[in-house]
C-alpha cells in the first residue's frame, strides 16, 4: 500500500468539456456524460471519506437575473457531483461590461445561499489580472472593487448562514515585473477588511505549456516559481500567512505533445509542491482537467483531458490516481 503524508493536499479536478482559449473564444466538442464523470471521480478521489473537489464555473454578467438560482455554466449541475465526500471548488466570474459591482456583490450572496452547504471554496472572479481576454475577469472594469467588494459579501452571507467550512479567496496567474504589484494593490485598497475575510489565495500556471520549459528544468522552474509567488508577491502584500492553492494546472496532449510526456508533467508538478506544502503553505492542487475538449481538435485548448473526450484514460490519469492516493489529506 503507498504510504500517505501526514499533512496532505486537498486535491480537485475541473470535470467539465468546455475550455477557455487565448483568442476570447471556448475550445468544446462532445457533452458531457455526467455517468462517466462520476465513475472517473469515484476512481480518482478513491475512499468516499477522502477530501476531494470538484471545480465549477458560474458567471455573472449584465444580464444575470437577481433572485432566482443560478446554474453552473460548466459543468452543468455540478452539485451532482458533490456526492460521497466531494465538495465543490466554485468558480464565480465576474463579466459585467457595466461595472456593475453591486450585483455582483448580490450574486455571491445567492450563490452562498444556494450552493454554499455543498461548497469548499468559493473564488470570486477568474484571472482578474489578465486583461486581454472577454473569456478572463480581468478583461471588465471594475474588476478590482468587484474582488475587495465580493469577498466581503461571500463572507458576511456565509458566516449568517454558519457555513464555517466555505473559504473565500480570489486567484490570479503567475505576476512577474510591473505586473507583481496586481495583488499588492487589492489589499492596498481593501485595507484590514478585505484581508481579515480572505480564507486562500489561488494560483492558476500551466509551466511547460504557453512558453516551452526542457524537461530537466521543470522541477527547478516549478519549485522557483512557488517561491517567488509566496515570497515575492504574496507576502509584500500581507498575505503571507494565507494558504495558496494551485487552482489550475494541466498540460494538453496533441500534435508534439506526447501523452507519456502528460504524465511525466502532471507527476513533477504534483511532487514539488507536496515537498514544497509545508514550507510555502501550499493548501491544494486542482487539475485542469479530467477529459478533453475535443480528441478530434488539435489545438492546444482541445487536449487538457486525463481522458481522452470519450473518458478513455491517458496515462496520466493513473499518475494523478496514484499521487492523490500518496499526498492526499
Known amino acids: 500500500m503507498t504510504q500517505r503524508t501526514p499533512d496532505g493536499i486537498l486535491f480537485g479536478i475541473y470535470p467539465g468539456g468546455i475550455s ?8 468544446s466538442g462532445p457533452p458531457d456524460d455526467p455517468a462517466r464523470v462520476t465513475s472517473a471521480l469515484d476512481r480518482l478521489q478513491g475512499p468516499p471519506d477522502r477530501p476531494f473537489l470538484v471545480r465549477a464555473y458560474v458567471g455573472f454578467n449584465d444580464a444575470t437575473r437577481l433572485g432566482t438560482a ?15 465526500g ?16 453591486d ?7 445567492e450563490l452562498v445561499e444556494q450552493y454554499g452547504a455543498v461548497t469548499s471554496t468559493l473564488q470570486v472572479t477568474e484571472e482578474p489580472n489578465v486583461t486581454t ?3 478572463l475577469d480581468g478583461y471588465y472594469p471594475a474588476v ?10 461571500a463572507k458576511a452571507r456565509a458566516r449568517e448562514l454558519g457555513h464555517t467550512h466555505l473559504r473565500i479567496g480570489f486567484n490570479t496567474t503567475p505576476l512577474f515585473g510591473p505586473a507583481a504589484s496586481f495583488i499588492a494593490d487589492l489589499t492596498g485598497r481593501g485595507g484590514e477588511r478585505f484581508i481579515a475575510d480572505l480564507d486562500y489565495v489561488g494560483l492558476d500556471f500551466f509551466p511547460d505549456v504557453f512558453q516551452p520549459v526542457a524537461p530537466s528544468d521543470l522541477a527547478p522552474a516549478v519549485e522557483g516559481l512557488l517561491r517567488h509567488h509566496r515570497d515575492s508577491v504574496l507576502t509584500p502584500a500581507g498575505l503571507g500567512h494565507l494558504p495558496l492553492h494551485i487552482t489550475e494546472h494541466g498540460w494538453p496532449t496533441g500534435p508534439d505533445r506526447p501523452a507519456h510526456r502528460q504524465a511525466d508533467v502532471v507527476e513533477t508538478v504534483v511532487r514539488i509542491i507536496a515537498a514544497q506544502a509545508k514550507r510555502l503553505n501550499l493548501s491544494g492542487y486542482t487539475h485542469f ?9 488539435p489545438g492546444l485548448f482541445h487536449q487538457f483531458g486525463l481522458t481522452t ?6 496515462p496520466a490519469f493513473e499518475t494523478m490516481r496514484t499521487l492523490i492516493e500518496q499526498f492526499s489529506a
Open 20 to 27: 477557455g482559449d487565448d483568442a476570447g473564444g471556448l475550445a
Open 70 to 84: 443560478h446554474a453552473t455554466a460548466t459543468p452543468t449541475a455540478a452539485a451532482r457531483y458533490a456526492v460521497r
Open 86 to 101: 466531494r465538495l465543490l471548488d466554485l468558480v464565480a466570474q465576474y463579466q459585467s461590461a457595466a461595472a456593475d459591482v
Open 133 to 135: 481576454n472577454p473569456v
Open 309 to 314: 473526450d470519450d473518458y478513455t484514460p491517458k
Open 103 to 109: 450585483g455582483y456583490c448580490d450574486f455571491l450572496a
Open 144 to 153: 478590482h472593487e468587484a474582488i475587495i467588494r465580493g469577498v466581503s459579501a
Open 289 to 297: 482537467s479530467l477529459r478533453d475538449a475535443d480528441s478530434a481538435h
